[in-house]
């Protein structure tokens, strides 16, 4: 089945998480099947925040919620233009996890959906997907690397922001080294 538009969750960003799940105790879970995660990798290249004397951030201009198979998908393609453009000069970081659980009450169709489909009784949903809230001014990926390369992360972040939704920056700031 597709995936909804991201119009039906877009309301949600400020409302209370209804994804409280318990490893140990599962009678305390509100939520007690998690979907699977598609995000997996959240490190890529070589060394660490330390070696590197420049990080440069994609950072969100406003309020978003975004799935984790949008934000694994951004993740694929800077990790293919920064390995392909500066072979293993740097380190990239996903600073969002998808904690927020996606429900969906799902509409039958077809001859005869009116006698199985219930309708708005108990129109909670059920568990489909995760995403992840991302807040205007918090940086979603972040590369670190040497000043030379400013011009690959640019052009990566612009890939990444084509699979996202809204509007994003990029920020430079120095590490240290």
């Known amino acids: 089945m597709a995936l909804r538009p991201a119009r039906t ?4 960003f400020w409302k209370q998480s209804w994804s409280r799940w318990s490893k140990k105790n599962m009678s305390k879970s509100y939520v ?3 979907p699977h995660k598609d995000l997996h990798q959240l490190r890529s290249g070589v060394g660490k925040e330390e070696d590197y004397p ?3 951030d994609l950072v969100a201009e406003q309020n978003y919620l975004h799935r984790d198979n949008a934000i ?3 993740r694929q393609s800077v990790v293919k233009h920064l390995e ?9 970081i996903i600073r969002v996890y998808p904690h927020e659980v996606i429900r969906e009450n799902r509409m039958v ?3 005869g959906a009116d006698r199985i489909q219930k309708g708005m009784r108990r129109a909670f949903g059920k568990p489909t997907d995760r995403g ?3 807040k205007k001014g918090q940086p979603i990926f972040t590369v670190y690397t040497y000043p030379e390369n400013e011009a690959h992360v640019a052009e990566a972040f612009r890939k990444a922001s084509r699979k996202l939704s809204g ?4 920020v430079k700031r120095n590490v240290g080294n």
């Open 132 to 134: 992840a809230k991302i």
């Open 54 to 56: 420049v990080a440069f």
């Open 32 to 34: 007690k099947a998690l």
């Open 109 to 111: 169709a077809g001859a």
């Open 72 to 74: 694994e998908a951004a």
């Open 9 to 12: 969750i877009r309301e949600r």
């Open 167 to 170: 509007s994003w920056r990029v």
């Open 84 to 92: 392909k453009t500066m072979a293993k000069r740097f380190l990239f």
